[in-house]
């Protein structure tokens, strides 16, 4: 009896709370999908993003809705893939068999996803790949900042501040990430092939977190110490870390920090003078060209059915940071 | 109606593998056996330790408690939350340790009042927490946390490192709970033989439902001290510390079918794992190569930790546990 009572209870406070939490959300309107009721000449575009907890794939989703607020014939419903491929495969299913016109995909795995993405544009609903491409499907639409780009602008900047003979550490994303290995990649022909004097005193897997390019550093400071000139990082989140455990080992004004990623936390680190560059994939720039193409394609304005466009990386840096800075206050990243 | 284990032979064989392992290492690395060395190894494993102390209390009583890390990321952030917003540091960490205790709370609930497996409700509860502060942040981590970083970057007396002496406090409160309080003595009971302790009268739906705040208000500790250490509220940073608490605490001695285990057995265990990934990073050993030593080490030092208790002492009794 009591338990039932204290069930009953739990289930009532549940209801009312989400009953508050759905309104919260329909009254800031930055939800996606709330768009129920919709118009017979709409189009019906889903967006699959790898994961809504990541800053710059939720960044990205609000981007992208408000770049489709500018259509009125067009309407984008957000389903999260949780970082799950099999979540992501499956959710593209289901819009397919539901009548989306068109599926913008921000994969999680381009390669492994290559070939159910042929098969759904030979069945008659473009996919654009948005942010991440392999280029494996000719058919498919794709916009993206290439991560190869960005480890370029970066690594270019950083050879005009390094030595030729600099002793660096770099902290690499989870194993077999592409946008790791590219950035990786063009770190290598540009820095590290072109400067053959550079020592790369360390490289390790940082998981793209905060904490492990703390404790890493902290390692790599008892073994090297002020030997380290520079950490090369593969994004923004692994460099603050290190510079984190440099600061406390008072080291950090020898060194340099080099990230990517140029998302909010890393232009206040910036702005603070503690990381040195990054580079930033511009989610308004990628959201405004998605939803552009989208549109020429559904209206039959693109012929053949697809676009490949690729945005330019910005590079940021202490000269350019406070553009940023306001930029992101205003898109409410940064509150202050 | 005694069944506190006597768990001292084994804490002496783990301290012997912790022994060798440094003799070992100081052997490897120059840079091994320093001040500003062994500073680190205990700051990079305090706030595990955190989480383990508290997976370990719920293991001893025969449960698990898999929301431990969201659950850090959540309050650590929130409490940062507050901190940036009233700017007043008590506040934000009495806000973070009600919010543990909240999340706890409703654990235990189900736990012990409900009969759920406690694997599938904290299970669940980890993607409740996350899904909680992404709502609220948008996704977004939380960035200039100005003052609230002396909870992990500030150190006592110029010397230790705060986070070390959260992990010491929690240490002592632990080892007090787990040995000198009746609600400690009766997580031994419960974990050991559950039907034994209903017969004994024990209130096993409340201490259960206790645990589990504890567990929570643990996770918040060690949540807050990791923002601090990050200098940032990152939510996600929580995730996949009940695993690693898991490790430090089976490692630690603790029977993964409830009770026994000592909250130094879980401190050892965790500066082992430490000690371990410190080494390997000193010695600049390829990442991949780092998982599989580490996965082979875990397993070696659970061997010797079972075969010397096999030895030394005639084994406890320890009833078959339905798991609840």
């Given at each position: 009896?009591?338990?039932?009572?204290?069930?009953?209870?739990?289930?009532?406070?549940?209801?009312?709370?989400?009953?508050?939490?759905?309104?919260?959300?329909?009254?800031?309107?930055?939800?996606?999908?709330?768009?129920?009721?919709?118009?017979?000449?709409?189009?019906?575009?889903?967006?699959l993003p790898t994961d809504?907890?990541l800053?710059?794939a939720?960044?990205?989703?609000?981007?992208?809705?408000?770049?489709?607020?500018?259509?009125?014939?067009?309407?984008?419903?957000?389903?999260?893939s949780k970082n799950q491929l099999e979540t992501q495969l499956s959710s593209m299913?289901?819009?397919?068999?539901?009548?989306?016109?068109?599926i913008?995909l921000l994969p999680i795995e381009p390669a492994a996803e290559d070939d159910i993405v042929q098969?759904?544009?030979?069945?008659?609903?473009?996919v654009?790949m948005i942010n991440l491409d392999d280029f494996g499907v000719?058919?498919a639409?794709s916009?993206i900042?290439?991560p190869?780009?960005?480890?370029?602008?970066?690594?270019?900047?950083?050879?005009?501040?390094?030595?030729?003979?600099?002793?660096?550490?770099?902290?690499?994303g989870p194993s077999g990430n592409t946008d790791s290995i590219e950035?990786?990649?063009?770190?290598?022909?540009?820095?590290?092939?072109?400067?053959?004097?550079?020592?790369?005193?360390?490289?390790?897997?940082?998981?793209w977190?905060?904490?492990?390019?703390?404790?890493?550093?902290?390692?790599?400071?008892?073994?090297?110490?002020?030997?380290?000139?520079?950490?090369?990082?593969?994004?923004?989140?692994?460099?603050?870390?290190?510079?984190?455990?440099?600061?406390?080992?008072?080291?950090?004004?020898?060194?340099?920090?080099?990230?990517?990623?140029?998302?909010?936390?890393?232009?206040?680190?910036?702005?603070?003078?503690?990381?040195?560059?990054?580079?930033?994939?511009?989610?308004?720039?990628?959201?405004?060209?998605?939803?552009?193409?989208?549109?020429?394609?559904?209206?039959?304005?693109?012929?053949?059915?697809?676009?490949?466009?690729?945005?330019?990386?910005?590079?940021?840096?202490?000269?350019?940071?406070?553009?940023?800075?306001?930029?992101?206050?205003?898109?409410?990243?940064?509150?202050? | 109606?005694?069944?506190?284990?006597?768990?001292?032979?084994?804490?002496?064989?783990?301290?012997?593998?912790?022994?060798?392992?440094?003799?070992?290492?100081?052997?490897?690395?120059?840079?091994?056996?320093?001040?500003?060395?062994?500073?680190?190894?205990?700051?990079?494993?305090?706030?595990?330790?955190?989480?383990?102390?508290?997976?370990?209390?719920?293991?001893?009583?025969?449960?698990?408690?898999?929301?431990?890390?969201?659950?850090?990321?959540?309050?650590?952030?929130?409490?940062?939350?507050?901190?940036?917003?009233?700017?007043?540091?008590?506040?934000?960490?009495?806000?973070?340790?009600?919010?543990?205790?909240?999340?706890?709370?409703?654990?235990?609930?189900?736990?012990?009042?409900?009969?759920?497996?406690?694997?599938?409700?904290?299970?669940?509860?980890?993607?409740?927490?996350?899904?909680?502060?992404?709502?609220?942040?948008?996704?977004?981590?939380?960035?200039?946390?100005?003052?609230?970083?002396?909870?992990?970057?500030?150190?006592?007396?110029?010397?230790?490192?705060?986070?070390?002496?959260?992990?010491?406090?929690?240490?002592?409160?632990?080892?007090?709970?787990?040995?000198?309080?009746?609600?400690?003595?009766?997580?031994?009971?419960?974990?050991?033989?559950?039907?034994?302790?209903?017969?004994?009268?024990?209130?096993?739906?409340?201490?259960?439902?206790?645990?589990?705040?504890?567990?929570?208000?643990?996770?918040?500790?060690?949540?807050?001290?990791?923002?601090?250490?990050?200098?940032?509220?990152?939510?996600?940073?929580?995730?996949?510390?009940?695993?690693?608490?898991?490790?430090?605490?089976?490692?630690?001695?603790?029977?993964?079918?409830?009770?026994?285990?000592?909250?130094?057995?879980?401190?050892?265990?965790?500066?082992?794992?430490?000690?371990?990934?410190?080494?390997?990073?000193?010695?600049?050993?390829?990442?991949?190569?780092?998982?599989?030593?580490?996965?082979?080490?875990?397993?070696?030092?659970?061997?010797?930790?079972?075969?010397?208790?096999?030895?030394?002492?005639?084994?406890?009794?320890?009833?078959?546990?339905?798991?609840?």
């Open positions: 009896m009591r338990k039932k009572r204290v069930l009953s209870v739990l289930m009532v406070m549940v209801m009312a709370i989400s009953m508050l939490v759905g309104c919260g959300k329909s009254a800031g309107g930055s939800e996606a999908g709330d768009k129920k009721e919709s118009k017979k000449d709409v189009f019906k575009v889903a967006f809504m907890s800053t710059f939720s960044w990205l989703a609000s981007e992208l809705q408000t770049a489709f607020e500018g259509y009125d014939d067009m309407e984008l419903t957000v389903i999260d299913e289901t819009c397919v068999s539901q009548g989306y016109d068109y913008i098969g759904y544009v030979e069945d008659g609903t473009p654009m000719e058919e639409s916009v900042a290439n190869y780009d960005l480890g370029t602008v970066v690594a270019t900047h950083a050879m005009t501040l390094l030595e030729e003979d600099a002793n660096v550490v770099v902290l690499l950035r990786r990649k063009a770190y290598e022909d540009i820095m590290f092939q072109k400067y053959p004097n550079v020592t790369i005193l360390d490289e390790q897997l940082g998981d977190e905060k904490s492990k390019g703390m404790d890493l550093m902290e390692s790599w400071i008892q073994v090297h110490g002020d030997k380290i000139d520079a950490v090369v990082s593969m994004n923004d989140a692994m460099a603050i870390g290190a510079y984190e455990a440099a600061k406390d080992a008072g080291l950090a004004d020898k060194m340099m920090f080099f990230g990517v990623d140029g998302l909010a936390d890393a232009a206040v680190s910036i702005e603070d003078d503690e990381l040195t560059a990054t580079a930033l994939q511009d989610a308004k720039v990628m959201a405004e060209e998605g939803a552009r193409v989208c549109h020429e394609v559904l209206t039959g304005k693109n012929e053949k059915g697809f676009e490949k466009v690729q945005i330019p990386v910005t590079l940021i840096t202490k000269e350019n940071v406070e553009e940023f800075i306001t930029r992101y206050k205003e898109n409410g990243m940064l509150t202050e | 109606m005694k069944l506190k284990t006597k768990p001292n032979l084994s804490k002496y064989s783990l301290i012997l593998i912790l022994i060798g392992m440094i003799a070992i290492c100081s052997l490897l690395s120059e840079n091994f056996l320093t001040r500003a060395n062994i500073t680190n190894i205990f700051k990079q494993v305090s706030i595990v330790t955190i989480c383990a102390f508290a997976q370990g209390m719920i293991i001893i009583s025969g449960g698990i408690d898999l929301s431990i890390g969201f659950l850090a990321g959540m309050s650590g952030t929130f409490a940062c939350i507050m901190y940036v917003s009233t700017g007043n540091l008590l506040i934000a960490f009495l806000f973070g340790l009600l919010l543990g205790a909240a999340v706890g709370a409703v654990n235990g609930l189900f736990v012990a009042y409900f009969d759920l497996p406690p694997f599938i409700v904290t299970l669940a509860m980890q993607s409740v927490c996350f899904g909680i502060i992404c709502l609220y942040t948008g996704g977004q981590n939380v960035y200039k946390i100005g003052g609230f970083k002396v909870l992990g970057q500030s150190s006592v007396a110029g010397v230790i490192p705060i986070t070390v002496v959260f992990m010491l406090v929690m240490l002592l409160i632990t080892h007090f709970v787990l040995k000198y309080t009746k609600f400690g003595r009766y997580l031994y009971a419960i974990g050991g033989n559950p039907e034994a302790s209903i017969a004994a009268g024990i209130q096993v739906c409340k201490v259960k439902w206790a645990a589990f705040i504890v567990s929570g208000l643990f996770a918040a500790v060690a949540g807050m001290v990791m923002m601090g250490r990050l200098n940032a509220g990152i939510p996600s940073e929580g995730g996949g510390f009940e695993t690693d608490a898991i490790t430090a605490t089976v490692i630690g001695g603790t029977s993964f079918s409830g009770g026994a285990g000592t909250a130094f057995g879980t401190f050892l265990g965790s500066i082992i794992i430490g000690v371990l990934n410190n080494i390997m990073n000193l010695m600049g050993v390829d990442s991949y190569l780092q998982m599989i030593i580490k996965g082979f080490i875990i397993v070696l030092a659970v061997l010797a930790d079972s075969l010397s208790k096999k030895q030394k002492t005639s084994v406890k009794i320890m009833a078959s546990s339905s798991d609840a």
